[in-house]
């Protein structure tokens, strides 16, 4: 299994960026994916997720109402969309899997996924 995350780069205050995460040799569409960030010197954290069919989303309080996450089950793609970027927003994003057929709902735990991305770096400057 492959997960391989990208769009990363650097942006000013306020902008926005889309980060994508590729997928390969999995099933995509019996996975919920989610999207998470470390930044420097601090724990990862839950970003947000999305569930297997793309119809159910769970985002962290702090991006909810400026990020959104989509996926693309044809493409074996699941994107996050990021915008109103601030400083403090500033990491490195992953992507992973969580095999999930039911309940849907996707969950924000990082021991609850199974596989993961090698991460791109989001900067954003004040």
């Known amino acids: 299994v492959q997960l391989q995350a990208s769009g990363g780069g650097l942006v000013q205050a306020g902008g926005s960026l889309r980060l994508s995460c590729a997928a390969s040799?999995?099933?995509?569409?019996?996975?919920?994916m989610g999207w998470f960030r470390q930044a420097s010197g601090k724990e990862r954290e839950f970003v947000g997720a999305v569930s297997r069919s793309g119809t159910i989303t769970n985002y962290a309080e702090s991006v909810r109402g400026r990020f959104t996450i989509s996926r693309d089950n044809a493409e074996n793609t699941v994107y996050l969309q990021l915008n109103s970027l601030k400083p403090e927003d500033t990491a490195v994003y992953y992507c992973a899997a969580d095999y999930r057929l039911f309940p849907e709902f996707p969950r924000s735990r990082m021991s609850d996924y199974d596989y993961w991305g090698q991460g791109t770096q989001v900067t954003v400057s004040s």
């Open positions: 040799g999995l099933t995509f569409s019996t996975y919920a």
